[in-house]
């Protein structure tokens, strides 16, 4: 067994949480390694929107700037400038004659206006998987992992 001299980071799972993580920890010069148990990696059949509001500020210290810059290429509604209230507010929409109802008012805690983004999960996936390697593994492999 080789040993070794610095941390190296095992990440299980290249969900957006585990690919954020993932950039941050290459963004530092931090070593790791990425585990997907997915095949397709960062396409499913089937996939979901996701708001994010919270979590905006701990992507942008974590997603280095050139793919934070693409983030609006993740989103569901290309007409929303998010760089500024109340540009990036949510809208919900009529599915049947397109216009707009509901214009939704995103705040902070302490109510100053807040941002949000709406994001289809497999782009942002897509986009935080940039620059990362990926290795599908199967989880039986990870359940024969030892430490040393
Ligand atoms: C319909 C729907 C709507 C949602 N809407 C919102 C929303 O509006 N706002 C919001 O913030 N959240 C929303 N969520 C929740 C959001 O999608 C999740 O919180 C987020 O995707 C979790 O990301 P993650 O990376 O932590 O986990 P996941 O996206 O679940 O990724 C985990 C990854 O780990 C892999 N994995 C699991 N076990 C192993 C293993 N043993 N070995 C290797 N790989 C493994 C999986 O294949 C997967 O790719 C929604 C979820 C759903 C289903």
Redesign the pocket.
Known sequence: MVPISRPHVII???????LAIAQGLKARNIPFSV????TRNVSRPRE?????HW?LPLLDALIPQHLRDRMPEASVDASLDYGKYPNNAPRIYDGLSGKCVKELEINDEDGTPGREMRMS?RRLRALFAEGIDVQV?L?AF?AHATLD
């Open positions: 299980i799972g290249a969900g957006i949480t585990g585990f997907e148990t997915e979901w929107t996701m708001g994010v979590a999960r593994c989880q990870l």
